[in-house]
């Protein structure tokens, strides 16, 4: 009973620190392409600025996952939010400045990434460290991870930027400066200790070339693994491209929809409604169907709600389609979440982590520029009608190859204590093995 006691007090440290980062998350993400139409609205440079938040997972995933392995991850998350808060500052003043351009936009865009892929890396990977394997502990930690972050990011976040950016643009990234550092000293009081993976003795001096090609081959050979990350790199492909057109199609002077950047904010409010109902259903539906029944279809349900804003360019379309996406995309995150650290044994989870990222991940930046470039030149339906036939061919192909028994059969047991004994005996049987 103790021990769950501060099991449970060290993940709600874990997920405070997590929450308030979001919080700064939602801001920024709702704020910055808010401020980037008042100074361009062109489909081409609004992609670059998508696309550009997006490439450090593409060019920094693989590497970025093998350092969360062998560093402290508790010490990874606090460096990346500290370098975080220092970014949202400089953008800061160089608005409060005058400085501000789309190009300055771009380069924090990239920066701030770079501090998303350490930063979130290492905060997936502590959750079985601070949780254990066991898929409805982990399902359940999922959902309270997923929960927290929806409210933050999407219900308090827009809004809040909206009411930011009619205060000046200097603060919409100076007051989620502030929110980050809160999260460094939740995280740097709250949560002691030491958070190092434990490497097999045999891996411990493996070199960093060796450990990069291991994490992409694990990915790369798993029968579960890989053909859920190929969809979901397309899905996300798609996903990328139409969320960078998707502001542009109903905001501002000239578009089809006529929203302004506030109504715009509040309605964003409709995404974590959905989601924290979808992290609630997760479980339940979990249990009452297989989990591969429930990602299948809450990928292609979602798939189709892209078209509502599309057909009915509007307000009660665009609340109508994010609560949709809410629901359903948590859902179907929170349960194929807890999938791949029940796959993964622990030493190897960081860098597998950030290979899977790669893929999932290192496709939305080419699906922002591909996007902008298209709807450049053919207009934004076209892009539009486009992703959802590419997003319901990657759902069918991930329901044909990955059934419900293949997940079950390579799932890995949790280690029990004559496991750990056995083990134990075995090493002081036999030699150490060589430096």
């Not at 399902?139 to 930027?161: D, I, M, Q, T």
């Not at 603060?171 to 740097?188: F, K, N, S």
């Amino acid at each position: 009973m103790l021990e769950t006691r501060r099991t449970d007090r060290r993940f709600s440290v874990h997920l405070s620190a997590v929450g308030l980062a979001n919080l700064a998350d939602g801001i920024v993400q709702t704020g910055i392409p808010l401020i980037a139409i008042t100074l361009t609205r062109s489909p081409l440079l609004i992609g670059l600025l998508t696309a550009a938040a997006w490439l450090p997972w593409l060019l920094l995933g693989i590497p970025a996952g093998v350092f969360v392995d062998r560093w402290d991850r508790r010490r990874t998350m606090l460096v990346g939010l500290t370098c975080r808060a220092a970014v949202l500052a400089g953008l800061g003043v160089a608005a409060a400045t005058g400085l501000l351009t789309t190009w300055l936009l771009v380069v924090f865009a990239f920066a701030y990434g770079v501090t998303e892929v350490f930063t979130d890396l290492a905060a997936q990977a502590q959750v079985p460290a601070l949780v254990g394997r066991d898929g409805v502990a982990l399902r359940r930690a999922n959902s309270k991870l997923l929960a927290v972050e929806s409210v933050a990011n999407g219900f308090v976040g827009p809004p809040l930027a909206g009411f930011l950016l009619a205060l000046g643009a200097a603060w919409v990234t100076g007051a989620p400066a502030l929110v980050v550092a809160a999260a460094i000293i939740v995280l740097a009081v709250g949560l002691r200790g030491r958070f190092s993976a434990r490497r097999p003795e045999a891996q411990a001096q493996t070199s960093m070339s060796v450990e990069l090609r291991e994490g992409v081959a694990t990915v790369w050979r798993h029968p579960v693994l890989r053909p859920m990350l190929i969809a979901a790199g397309v899905w996300n492909f798609g996903g990328t491209a139409i969320s960078a057109l998707t502001l542009l199609w109903l905001v501002g002077p000239g578009s089809a929809g006529g929203l302004t950047p506030q109504t715009w904010s509040l309605a964003l409010v409709a995404l974590p409604i959905g989601a924290v109902i979808g992290s609630s259903l997760a479980g339940r539906a979990a249990q009452r169907f297989q989990e591969m029944h429930v990602v299948v279809a809450c990928w292609g349900i979602n798939a189709l709600l892209n078209l509502l804003p599309l057909l009915w360019p509007g307000l009660w379309s665009l609340l109508a389609f994010l609560f949709g996406a809410g629901l359903f995309g948590v859902m179907g995150n929170v349960i194929g979440g807890s999938i791949r650290p029940r796959m993964v044994p622990e030493h190897l989870l960081g860098r597998v982590q950030g290979a899977a990222r790669v893929v999932a991940f290192g496709s939305m930046p080419l699906g922002a520029l591909i996007g902008g470039q298209i709807a450049e030149l053919f207009g934004i339906p076209v892009v539009i009608v486009g992703v959802v036939v590419l997003m319901l061919a990657s759902t069918a192909f991930v329901g044909a190859m990955v059934p419900q028994r293949l997940v079950d059969a390579h799932e890995l047991r949790e280690p029990s204590d004559d496991d750990a004994a056995e083990e134990a005996g075995s090493a002081a049987a036999e030699p150490a093995p060589a430096a």
